[in-house]
């Protein structure tokens, strides 16, 4: 299994940057996908995550309302699309999958089976 992250950079506040997480070596549509973040000095943050077909997702309170999670069965990719970025979103940002049972998701860490390497985002004027 391999997830891909990508799409991070560097942006100005209030600036907006859509990350990807490419899956492959799983079959995608069943697994529920996560964000997280980690911030130098801070715990990994989970930020937001979508269940197998989609019709579940859930958002930290940090993010609700400024960022958008998706996906595409086709292109077995996960998205975040963050809008209105500021300072505190600054971190590493990655992708986690898991096999739930159900159709829901999780933005706990100890949900997920697997991982993909990190996205830079920082936020800086």
């Known amino acids: 299994v391999q997830l891909q992250a990508s799409g991070g950079g560097l942006v100005q506040p209030g600036g907006s940057l859509r990350l990807s997480c490419a899956a492959s070596?799983?079959?995608?549509?069943?697994?529920?996908i996560g964000w997280f973040r980690q911030a130098p000095g801070k715990e990994r943050e989970g930020i937001s995550c979508?269940?197998?077909?989609?019709?579940?997702?859930h958002y930290a309170d940090t993010v609700k309302g400024r960022f958008t999670i998706s996906r595409d069965e086709v292109k077995n990719t996960a998205y975040l699309q963050m809008n209105s970025l500021n300072h505190e979103d600054t971190a590493l940002y990655y992708c986690?999958?898991?096999?739930?049972?159900?159709?829901?998701?999780?933005?706990?860490?100890?949900?997920?089976?697997?991982w993909g390497q990190g996205t830079q985002v920082t936020v800086s004027s």
């Open positions: 979508i269940g197998s077909g989609g019709g579940t997702v």
């Open positions: 070596g799983l079959t995608f549509d069943a697994y529920g």
């Open positions: 986690a999958a898991a096999l739930p049972i159900g159709s829901g998701c999780s933005i706990e860490r100890g949900w997920y089976d697997y």
